[in-house]
C-alpha cells in the first residue's frame, strides 16, 4: 500500500527567508502524481504544485518549487522569500492506479 | 480566479436522517469533480472522483451506498451522506479540475457536519 509521511509536524521560517519542507512516499507503481497543497486557517484548500511522475524536471510554480527524487521517493517543496501568507498546513499527496493518500500535514509558521 | 461554491457550510442532523452537500463550480466547467474527507485531526482522504454524466469512482474503503455522488452537470456535484451516523461527522471538502487546461484544481470552502 501507498504511505506518505511528512516528517516534520511543524516548521518555522522567517519573512523572506526559504524553507523547505519534506515528503517522502512508498509505492510499488511506476506512474503517478504528487501534490502538495495548502491550508490555510480558513481551511481553504489550495492546490501549490503537482508534478508527474514520469516528469525528470521539477515542478515550479512562482516561489514554490519541488525536488522530486523518483529513486529515493522524495518530494520535498521549497518555498522561497517566505511571506506571512504563506503561513498553513501543507499537505503531500500521492495518487496513482490505487488508492490516493494523504500525509499528516506540516504546519508552516511564517516570523515576521 | 476560478471559485468553486459548497452549500451549506455547515449542517447539523440527526442520526438516521441524509444529508446534501452541494459544491459548484462558479465560473468554469468542470467535468472532474472530487470529495474529500477532513478528520478531526486534520488528516485528509479523498473519497471519491465524480465525473459528469457517469458514474463515481471511489477509493478504496469508501461506502458507496452510503455517500452518495451525482454529478448532474459540468458545474455541479453532490455528495449525499445517507443514513448518517455520528461517526460521520467530519469537514467535507469538494474540488473541481478546470476543464480547459485539466491541470487547475480549484477548492470549495467546505462544509462541516455534524451528527447528533
Known amino acids: ?112 | 480566479g476560478a471559485v468553486v461554491s459548497q452549500h451549506p457550510s455547515r449542517v447539523i442532523c440527526k442520526s438516521g436522517t441524509s444529508v446534501k452537500i452541494e459544491c459548484r463550480s462558479l465560473d468554469f466547467q468542470a467535468t472532474t469533480m472530487f470529495w474529500y474527507r477532513q478528520f478531526p485531526k486534520q488528516s485528509l482522504m479523498l473519497m471519491a472522483t465524480s465525473n459528469e454524466g457517469s458514474k463515481a469512482t471511489y477509493e478504496q474503503g469508501v461506502e458507496k451506498d452510503k455517500f452518495l455522488i451525482n454529478h448532474a452537470s459540468l458545474t455541479l456535484s453532490t455528495l449525499t451522506v445517507t443514513s448518517a451516523h455520528p461517526e460521520d461527522s467530519s469537514f467535507y471538502i469538494c474540488s473541481a479540475r478546470e476543464d480547459t487546461t485539466g491541470r487547475e484544481q480549484y477548492f470549495g470552502p467546505g462544509t462541516r457536519l455534524t451528527v447528533t
Open chain 1, 1 to 112: 500500500a501507498q504511505t506518505v509521511t511528512q516528517s516534520q509536524p511543524e516548521m518555522s521560517v522567517q519573512e523572506a527567508e526559504t524553507v523547505t519542507l519534506s515528503c517522502t512516499y512508498d509505492t510499488s507503481e511506476s506512474d503517478y502524481y504528487l501534490f502538495w497543497y495548502k491550508q490555510p486557517p480558513s481551511r481553504q484548500m489550495i492546490l501549490v504544485i503537482r508534478q508527474e511522475a514520469y516528469k525528470q524536471q521539477n515542478a515550479t510554480e512562482n516561489r514554490f518549487s519541488v525536488n522530486f527524487q523518483k529513486a529515493a521517493k522524495s518530494f520535498s517543496l521549497k518555498i522561497s522569500d517566505s511571506q506571512l501568507g504563506d503561513a498553513a498546513m501543507y499537505f503531500c499527496a500521492y495518487k496513482g492506479a490505487g488508492k490516493s493518500t494523504f500525509g499528516d500535514g506540516t504546519t508552516l509558521t511564517v516570523k515576521p
